[in-house]
């Protein structure tokens, strides 16, 4: 198989390049894409990428495989190698530090303005603060987002404005807290949104619904933000 | 903390989205009714000056013009805030945009009523 991957080292590379090599893939077994890794760096040690968990929990080796996001732990060679070829290529949209390692400072920086924690300033109770059933139903779909960064990198609108557009993964999270029952914040939450940008540059062109490795649905998401954001305004 | 803009045309994304909502239906109703009007009646020079002539119609094609002056400048600004990343030039495409709408409304009034 042949296996094209991207490669940079900003200390003795130019310009970025694609290196192409032939790899033998042991027969009778459909590996993951990390694994491909494994045994390309088997062969050149020099080839840098983050990996951690091996199982789609941690969210640390997001990448773009024959030009679409996922995690390469849990993505096997059956659902992405085309024509014997597999092109790997590090998430699109952020700056690379090495090789398939990029920068992910502007995704958390972005992560970090919905305020991802619980905002509630009574006195907490001596147990826990309890949630009926079907309120902790309402963060079902919302709270498994692994922040594995594939969905905003796959966003047009998060690449044209990183630093505006909140982008999938942010706003999904932003929604979990307003949809949280125990949050007190949702007016300060859903005022720091109404901005032309943070929630409204989505375009709802669902990039981030079909990367997910989680199967979750940004998207909707936004649309109950935007909901949210109207009721508030009319 | 929100992201400040002061070039999109209301202050607030909802606003925006709003008026690119209710705009666009009054464009689809707009259209839907001279495409029915071409389809079933014989357009001449008189039948075209009798219906420019009633009121109820100047207003509804006002309506258009301006709704379609505001449908393009959210859709414009919308457009080079996403392509054109250097401010200056962004801004002299904008206030281009914006003098055209601005013509178009003017010179559409003076159409409709200036006769």
Redesign the interface.
């Known amino acids: 198989m042949l296996v094209s991957v991207y490669r940079y080292n900003p200390e003795t590379d130019n310009a970025p390049y694609m290196q192409d090599i032939e790899l033998e893939v042991p027969a009778g077994k459909d590996l993951m894409v990390l694994d491909i890794l494994n045994l390309l760096k088997e062969k050149d040690p020099s080839l840098a990428y983050r990996r951690s968990c091996r199982e789609g929990v941690c969210g640390s080796d997001g990448l773009n495989m024959n030009g679409k996001n996922g995690l390469g732990c849990i993505t096997p060679m059956s659902e992405v190698v085309k024509k014997d070829k597999l092109v790997i290529r590090p998430l699109p949209g952020l700056p690379v530090i090495r090789d398939l390692v990029v920068d992910m400072t502007l995704f958390y920086q972005q992560y970090e303005?919905v305020q991802p924690y619980l905002i509630n300033d009574q006195p907490a109770p001596a147990i826990e603060r309890l949630q009926s059933p079907e309120d902790r139903e309402k963060l079902d779909g919302l709270y498994e987002c692994i922040l594995c960064a594939c969905c905003s990198t796959s966003c047009?609108?998060f690449w044209?404005?990183p630093e505006?557009f909140i982008g999938p993964a942010g706003l999904i999270q932003a929604y979990r807290f307003l949809a949280d029952s125990r949050d007190q914040a949702q007016a300060e939450r859903l005022?720091?949104?109404?901005?032309?940008?943070?929630?409204?540059?989505c375009r709802g062109i669902m990039n981030c619904v079909s990367v997910c490795p989680k199967g979750l649905n940004p998207t909707k998401a936004i649309g109950h933000i935007?909901n949210l954001?109207?009721q508030?305004?009319? | 903390?929100?992201?400040?803009?002061i070039t999109?045309l209301g202050r607030?994304?909802?606003?925006?989205?709003?008026v690119q909502r209710v705009t666009a239906y009054v464009l689809a109703l707009y259209t839907l009714f001279l495409l029915g009007f071409l389809l079933f009646t014989d357009v001449d020079y008189a039948s075209w000056g009798a219906l420019f002539h009633q009121t109820w119609f100047r207003i509804f094609s006002l309506m258009a013009l301006i709704s379609m002056g505001a449908h393009a400048w959210v859709g414009l600004w919308?457009v080079t805030?996403?392509?054109v990343k250097a401010t200056a030039p962004r801004f002299l495409i904008q206030a281009l945009c914006g003098t055209a709408m601005f013509v178009y409304v003017v010179w559409g009034v003076q159409i409709l009523w200036g006769h």
């Open positions: 303005k047009p609108s044209w404005n505006k005022a720091n949104l109404d901005d032309p940008f943070s929630v409204f540059r935007r954001l109207l508030r305004a009319t | 903390m929100a992201v400040s803009s999109n607030s994304g909802a606003y925006d989205w709003m919308t805030t996403d392509y």
